[in-house]
């Protein structure tokens, strides 16, 4: 086992993203991801890579575009409300088959909202938040040192797509300190990046376009996006069970939520309601089997998110109506606590015996 | 290892080291094989407005990082003992500064200890290492962390900088634990 390091879940993103081999790095600032721009200010440049803080989300964006059609491992990280300017890039870059990955460290909205944690982003980060109709791979840490993991995976996962990956935190696990290990992993094999536009030497020129006139070509183009959105939901999905195995309730929650979530499953334990927690780790493509299962075995789900209610959906659409799905939510950067959790359960067992 | 799990909210004054304090713990859990959360208050306060962050210290896998009612409150002024003290657990453990505070503490079913930690700290020629006296009469009570880990965290914030000021912060939290060992 390495080294631990007490740090920062921004910092820890930053250092991660180095160490999965991203030189490249063009964002705007916004709280509470700062630290991980501040970080990778220093730090890039001592590894030979570059950091430019631009004029604008946008212009971040399509600096993003410009590296990752050249070839290079490159990041952007933002908040909420710099997230939605980005959302047009993100969608030429779907559109391109380009590679990156972008961090969005939630915080409360609508509009500029405030800068406490939140998960309503969920439906924006899922359900492609730009116009046309692509997916990001979407992956949501619930430590710090899941942070750190996860952040090495996004970079290899865009790669072997051709496809951005979204990083899904929010406001707490980005200004959270725990102790991390980075660890040290064996290189994965990937596709080479015959695509790029890096000097076309020797070989035929390369076109990185996400237009397409032609309807019947464009059509094309969707469906072989199409199949690479299949090709994710076959092969990428994760998810975490905790103590389902038992289980006569279920929690359903990611991110921070799922972590508070386990404390409340311990306290209702404690107090004999057998409670469990199955946790989506990516939530695009999301775990939709893993709930079908679960719904054959529990007559009640509890969904909790730091937003009105958006992951429920795809909950529900996993269970396809074979146990009832209940919610508990809190928003604007309020937190859910253990207590109220254990409130909620406690409510849907009695009224299930009554 | 000896089953652990202990929280605790420290909170004051933006300046008076209530973070940095948590750090130290958080970084002490740390060396003794522990797992660990700091988190803090990063809401749009006012400079020299409230701080608080909370540290959670356990041999097992960390749940919640955000805590309701904690196991131990350190406090450093007026306005956290009000925000804080009635949420603390039934039987907790509450620091409270009593040079800068001016009321007693109003649970009778907690443990509340004095420190005070302003007079202690100038009078060992550093006022800013009152939290170091409040840190060290926590450990002396709660013992969640040596005080060695505790030095050994505090050498690696202070960096070489800063290193001037280790000798007073050290002398402040041996007072501390001195303090809480009464």
């Known amino acids: ?354 | 290892m000896k089953s652990l799990y202990e929280n605790v909210i420290v909170a004051g004054f933006g300046g008076q080291g209530v973070l940095f304090i948590g750090r130290l713990l958080a970084y002490a859990a740390m060396k003794e094989g522990r797992n660990v959360t700091w988190i803090p208050s990063y809401g749009p306060e006012m400079r020299g407005g409230t701080a608080n962050c909370t540290v959670v210290i356990s041999n097992e896998v960390i749940g919640s990082p955000v805590i309701t009612s904690p196991n131990a409150l350190i406090v450093m002024n007026n306005p956290s003992l009000d925000t804080f003290e009635p949420r603390l657990k039934t039987g907790g453990l509450l620091i409270m500064n009593s040079s800068l505070i001016t009321r007693e503490a109003k649970r009778n079913d907690v443990r509340v200890i004095k420190v005070p930690a302003n007079k202690t700290a100038s009078e060992l020629g550093n006022d800013r290492a009152a939290n170091m006296v409040m840190l060290g009469a926590y450990i002396a009570h709660k013992k969640v962390v040596t005080k060695e880990n505790i030095l050994e965290a505090l050498k690696k914030y202070l960096g070489e900088k800063k290193m001037a000021l280790f000798e007073t912060n050290k002398a402040a939290l041996e007072k501390g634990i001195e303090i809480g060992s009464l």
């Open chain 1, 1 to 354: 086992m390495g080294e631990k390091v007490l740090i920062t879940g921004n910092e820890a993103i930053g250092e991660a993203a180095i160490k999965a081999g991203c030189r490249f790095f063009f964002g705007y600032p916004i709280t509470p991801q700062n630290k991980i721009p501040e970080y990778l200010s220093y730090r890039l440049p001592q590894v030979g890579g570059c950091f430019i803080q631009a004029e604008s989300e946008i212009a971040a964006i399509y600096m993003v575009f410009g590296a990752a059609g050249a070839g290079a491992r490159v990041m952007t990280s933002s908040s909420s409300p710099g997230i939605s300017l980005k959302q047009e890039g993100i969608s030429y870059i779907a559109g391109a088959e380009l590679p990156c990955v972008i961090v969005n460290v939630m915080r409360g909205g609508p509009g500029l909202g405030g800068i406490l944690p939140s998960q309503a982003d969920y439906f924006q980060a899922t359900k492609g938040g730009g116009h046309g109709g692509y997916h990001m791979l979407v992956l949501a840490p619930s430590t710090v040192q899941e942070s750190v993991d996860l952040m090495t995976d996004a970079f290899d996962l865009a790669d072997k797509y051709r496809n951005p990956v979204m990083v899904l935190a929010d406001g707490y696990i980005g200004q959270m300190m725990e102790p991390v290990e980075f660890k040290e992993r064996p290189q994965k094999v990937l596709p080479t990046k015959n695509w790029a536009i890096a000097g076309a030497k020797n070989r035929p020129r390369n076109l990185i376009r996400s237009l397409y006139l032609d309807p019947e070509e464009l059509e094309q183009h969707n469906l072989k996006l199409h199949r690479k959105y299949l090709e994710m939901a076959k092969n990428e999905v994760r998810v975490e069970t905790y103590l389902t195995e038992d289980a006569e309730i279920i929690i359903a929650a990611y991110g921070t939520v799922a972590r508070i979530a386990k404390t409340a499953i311990k306290m209702l334990r404690e107090r004999g309601i057998k409670a469990g927690l199955v946790r989506p780790i990516t939530v695009y493509p999301f775990p939709y089997e893993t709930f079908a299962k679960i719904s054959e075995k529990v007559d009640n789900i509890l969904v909790v998110e730091m937003s009105l209610g958006q992951m429920i959906e795809d909950v529900k659409l996993g269970v396809c109506g074979k146990a009832k799905v209940h919610f508990y939510g809190r928003t604007g950067g309020m937190v859910p606590t253990y207590d109220e959790i254990v409130t909620q359960i406690e409510k849907i067992v009695k009224e299930e015996v009554a």
